[in-house]
């Protein structure tokens, strides 16, 4: 194996393994809402969409996220839980009334420790000052960390920016 394929393997294994650990984050949790979105869009009783704006860069409604909510109520034990899978996931320690989030859009500097620290997707669309990926013209070839790990978020995000391209 050469060391290029070598560097190639050792990526990929810490992208898929990051993944699993995050799977305790409350990130997946964005992934099967937006999967289920996915799914019911344009069917007779699905729920309305909300607008770009409303949404994370990804598509993802935080507004629906467990740390969103849990900061809005001070649910210390859900902070607590998410502190711990943190550490366990990125090796930080975060005191769980330290723990919040206001949402991706969010100007008040509170976000979850991987919206702030680890999500490439976020991090691109404030550099780009798009209202979402679905409205970025280089979505088409993005290969954003986030879509690899999460393709159900990426195919709901695929969809818009072909219904509005």
Not at 92 to 111: H, K, M, N, Q
Not at 144 to 159: D, G, I
């Amino acid at each position: 194996m050469s060391e290029q394929e070598r560097r190639q393997f050792l990526v990929k294994g810490l992208a898929l393994g990051t993944a699993v650990v995050v799977a305790d984050v409350g990130l997946p949790r964005c992934a099967r809402l937006a999967e289920a979105a996915a799914a019911t869009e344009g069917e007779a009783g699905a729920t309305k969409e909300r607008p770009l704006e409303e949404l994370a860069y990804c598509g993802a409604d935080c507004q629906q996220c467990e740390l969103y909510k849990a900061t809005r109520e001070n649910d210390l034990e859900v902070k607590a839980r998410f502190a711990n899978n943190w550490k366990k996931a990125f090796g930080v320690t975060i005191a769980a009334e330290d723990v919040a989030c206001d949402g991706c859009r969010s100007d008040t500097g509170r976000l979850g420790y991987h919206c702030s620290s680890v999500c490439d997707v976020r991090k691109c669309g404030l550099s780009r000052k798009v209202t979402s990926c679905a409205v970025c013209e280089d979505f088409p070839s993005c290969d954003k960390k986030l879509w690899e790990n999460w393709p159900a978020m990426h195919a709901l995000t695929e969809k818009r920016h072909k219904r509005l391209g």
